[in-house]
């Protein structure tokens, strides 16, 4: 069974479309996180969910709107895709927000490729 | 901003100890030290988190001095496997915007045979 589950783990599309991505965590976690890795390989966080309600809203275009419809799901949803978009999208999940003992579990990962 | 200062790359060989240091030294009071490990095509995982002293698990263990403003990730007898890029992160996601986990380039190891 896979902890953090994210679909799909490839997406290309074009500039200007809209895109979704999907993700679950069976861990019973209450924290879930969408991380942005660029090409430079550079983590950097983008938005956290901590039992449903919005946490961290880091500076990302607002063009990106996460979604949590329940404690499991996480999705990502992007507007009118650019270029610079292009990268690898990271689902995590944590037991709890912040402190001691809060590990992440990420998932595999989702390779945007805008073109 | 809680900045991190950590090798972008190291060597080994099979079986030898790896020992990774880590710089911060504006670690802050509530701040905690923790490691990821990251392989291509993956997403990172957790290794350990520490607050002062030392810590050990099944896979790791970690050095932290009585000052805390360095850290050492210690692999012992690494194995082919453990190439990967290891990530050393100081701070706490529940802080203010400068106290944010900040995520480094990390260090890129590489095992030989």
């Known amino acids: 069974d896979t902890a953090v589950s994210q679909t799909p783990k490839y997406l290309v599309t074009q500039m200007g479309n809209d895109k979704s991505i999907k993700c679950e965590q069976n861990l019973g976690h209450d924290t879930m996180y969408w991380y942005k890795q660029d090409s430079k390989k550079f983590l950097k966080i983008m938005f956290s969910?901590?039992?449903?309600?919005?946490?961290i809203n880091e500076t990302v275009p607002n063009r990106f709107s996460p979604k949590s419809p329940d404690k499991a799901h996480l999705n990502l949803h992007i507007n009118s895709l650019e270029l610079g978009d292009s990268a690898v999208y990271f689902c995590a999940s944590s037991p709890r927000f912040g402190g001691m003992n809060t590990e992440a579990f990420f998932g595999q990962g989702t390779r945007l490729t805008v073109v | 901003l809680a900045k991190t200062t950590q090798p972008i790359s190291m060597d080994s060989y099979e079986g030898q100890e790896v020992n990774i240091t880590c710089s911060h030294n504006n670690i802050a009071t509530n701040d905690y030290i923790t490691w990821y490990q990251q392989f291509p095509s993956q997403g990172p995982r957790f290794i350990i988190q520490g607050y002062k002293t030392k810590v050990t698990n099944e896979v790791a263990s970690l050095f932290i001095p009585a000052d805390r403003k360095s850290s050492t990730l210690s692999l012992p007898r690494v194995s082919l496997s453990d190439t990967a890029v290891y990530y050393c992160?100081?701070?706490?996601?529940?802080?203010?915007?400068?106290?944010?986990?900040?995520w480094g380039l990390g260090t890129s190891l590489a095992v030989n045979p």
């Open positions: 992160l100081v701070g706490d996601i529940r802080a203010g915007n400068n106290r944010k986990l900040i």
């Open positions: 969910y901590n039992n449903k309600e919005l946490i």
